[in-house]
């Protein structure tokens, strides 16, 4: 199987820091990926990197939404790189907060919708229909994540694991081919990240997105992943399934005593 | 105990008012005399004045501590809910509508004069709607585009005889123009840096205007700007500000209009996106820089055909007219009416013009008033006069 992203000796420095190490990690079609080490291990730089926020000192990030000819999309903006498909959260919150729930997610339609000034203005029959569209398209998202009852509450309102959702929610209206997702499980209690699990795996097998995801909690990447990568100062220290994870002693001497148990 | 501490600090502040105002207010030097008067009234009035709005700032404070609580609501306050019904609001627009059609005919010239400069304001406030309230671009060069837009109609009608129905749209495409030429280079700004270059940008093109004589008459200005003619009619100098004033009331309709349909458009949403968080605006697969780039050349556009109109009225324009002071006014009009609603820009800007041209009996008093209120606002009403409210979608399933 060819792999849908493929990050070859990634680099990120900020000034004598390296926070990427000559990171190697590619993402199958279909998989569910961790990506997991401790604090300040490099895990969200590498997200940063490969959607445009950050331009990587050097490596390669190939992508490869239908497994066929690989795009190399290092430096690119990171509204073009949301265009190729790939759609993150952020660890911490950042949904637009003076809009709506549905607002939030109409704001993810915008990759895959195209009405401008003009089309506002006169209201033509496209625009309708478009925004028709978006409408309905946000709403189905926001039922299959759980959250319609909440549709025209304002975002801020949300309890912080519904918000974590809509991150979720908003980052799917942009159909993206893989799912980045840091966190997600991040103040949940232990019903919200149960939830979440099974969101997960509903968005794998319903919407055939890949998902790549950075967690903490180490019962939830267990039970999730399909392919775990570890990293410790921006460099890869295992790569496997869960058991073998979990039985890496290069992993639990990084973690010091950190357990992992599932 | 609360209460005890509350009067203490009052007390505390009235006394270093009475102390700060001393000099002033109380010692009277007569120079004709050679004595010194001391009025001690002076200085109980100053005390026990500034006792109770210290009292009562805090009472506000601490009751906006307690209604606080409940963070950020969207409930419509009671007025939007009453409007936002079809059996009030329609009559509403109808007496609204009616009282417009006659105003220039019930009120004085005068009147009606001052009523087309507040509604210039409307204009430009909610151009720079677009710009501040929507997408979050903290502009105080705005009143730059307003002059682009007032100095393309007086040349192009100085040189080529250019009538004020071909001005108005070339006015508002030069002041795009201008927008964008000024938003390409600012587009990596936020916030306070944004505001400074802006700034500067307003300043560079009033002294280029009061300094290229060859182009722009410096500083005595361009005399003798047509005002829009009828059909070739030849008007009275009352019946054409009386048409003006349609002109501009219609303008301003057509304002409301496009503003209304921008900012519940995937444009528009695009903007308030980019204002709550660039990062993930951009994370959304939304280009900063065309959005940004819009929002500059639309407001800069609204700006242009408020100077093309400005124009006609004024029938004389010099670069006095175009100072930053104007941007600030501008500026407070959409801060203190309602950073992104409509009818609050809207009412902010006739406060804000109406009131001080109907209080000039207070003189000197005007601007400290002014920003009294201002800051004020920002205190106890963040939100401004009538805050936003998100469009609500309805689902029946
Ligand atoms: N913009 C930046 N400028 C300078 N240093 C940075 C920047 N972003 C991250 N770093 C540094 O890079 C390192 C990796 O940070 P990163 O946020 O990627 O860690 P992380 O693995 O996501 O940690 P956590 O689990 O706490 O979220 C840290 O040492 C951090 O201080
Ligand atoms: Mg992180």
Redesign the pocket.
Known sequence: MKPILEVNNLTMD??G?R?IDHLNISINKGEIAALI??????????F?CITGI?TPTGGDICISPDGGTKERINGLKPNVVTRKGLARTF?NIRLFNSMTVLENVMIGCHPVTKSGVLGAIFRTRATQAEEKLIVERSYAILEKIGLEMYVNELAVNLPYGAQRRLEIARAMATDPFLLLL??PAAGMNPQETLELDELIIKLRDEDKVSILL?E?DMKLVMSLSDNIHV?DY?KKIAEGGPEEIRNNPLVIKAYLGEEIDA | MIVNTEIKKSFLASAWFMFLTFPIMVIKVNTVSDTIEWRWMNMVGVGVGAFFLSMLWRYLLVKKEMGGKKEKTDKPSLLQTVLGQRRFAIPALVILGIFTLVFPHLFSMYQTNIMISALIYVMLGLGLNIVVGLAGLLDLGYVAFFAVGAYSYALLNLHFGMTFWVGLPLGGLLAGCFGLILGYPVLRLRGDYLAIVTLGFGEIIRLVLENWNEFSYGPSGIANIPKPSLFGLDLSLDHKTIYLFYILVALVIFTIFVINRLQDSRIGRAWIALKDDEIACQAMGIDKAKTKLRAFALGATWAGMGGVIFAAKTTFINPASFTIWESVIILCTVVLGGMGSISGVIAGALLLILLPEYLRDFGEFRMITFGTVLVLMMVFRPGGIVENVRKTYTFKR
């Open positions: 900020f000034g820091l926070a080490g401790p604090n300040g291990a490099g895990k969200t730089t590498f940063n950050y660890q840091d966190e950075i903490h990293v921006g």
